[in-house]
């Protein structure tokens, strides 16, 4: 598909059929997803990929226990075959930053020092390419949040403490019956409400 295709299709998928995802197909998804920009070129992103029930079960047993399961709105999100983790690094950008071509930015003194945490901002382009390209493939993704659940995800991950995951991607072949999101039904906004030419 065409870039423009791809974007305007993209759409997030919350039910999933259960068949894998051939390896090659994955494998160019993920090429994707960690070949964006980054800050001082730091690269200080990791991709945790579960593949297959027995994979995924360690996440959805850590962030989804069966008394929760019953109730979840969205059972055939547990059937995605894949699981992708973007993970920042923000020890690796306070690193870069110290080093001689970048130290006069003061950023490399410690992750306060960032007005915009940008472990974040670059693994969050990661996630997004990751969407675009799970598209493009012909399969369905879905980012969602962690939030409470952060500290199981690592632990049960094996993720290193200082490490921070932004989120979780979901990927697989969408279900041809697609329950609608309270959210997805809001209306974009017009093109010159965001767009602001010139200044605000």
Not at 6 to 17: C, I, L, N, Q, T
Not at 30 to 56: C, F, M, S, W, Y
């Amino acid at each position: 598909m065409e870039l423009a295709d791809v974007v305007r299709s993209r759409r997030m998928v919350r039910a999933f059929e259960p068949r894998p995802v051939p390896p090659d197909v994955l494998d160019r998804v993920l090429d994707l997803a960690r070949r964006v920009p980054a800050a001082g070129n730091t690269q200080g992103l990791d991709l945790v990929v579960l593949e297959g029930p027995a994979e995924t079960a360690r996440y959805w047993d850590a962030t989804l226990p069966p008394p929760r399961r019953a109730r979840f709105p969205w059972p055939r999100l547990l059937d995605a075959p894949v699981l992708v983790v973007p993970v920042g690094h923000p020890g690796a950008y306070v690193e870069r930053y110290a080093e001689p071509d970048k130290a006069a930015t003061g950023l490399g003194e410690s992750p306060d020092a960032w007005p915009v945490p940008y472990w974040y901002v670059d693994t969050a382009f990661a996630a997004m390419v990751a969407l675009l390209a799970a598209a493009d493939e012909g399969l369905g993704a879905l980012f969602f949040g962690q939030f409470e659940h952060e500290a199981a995800v690592k632990a049960a991950l094996g993720i290193p403490a200082e490490r921070r995951p932004v989120g979780t991607i979901a990927l697989g072949y969408a279900a041809e019956q697609q329950r609608p999101s309270v959210s997805g039904q809001r209306p974009r906004r017009p093109f010159d409400d965001v767009v602001h030419r010139g200044g605000w």
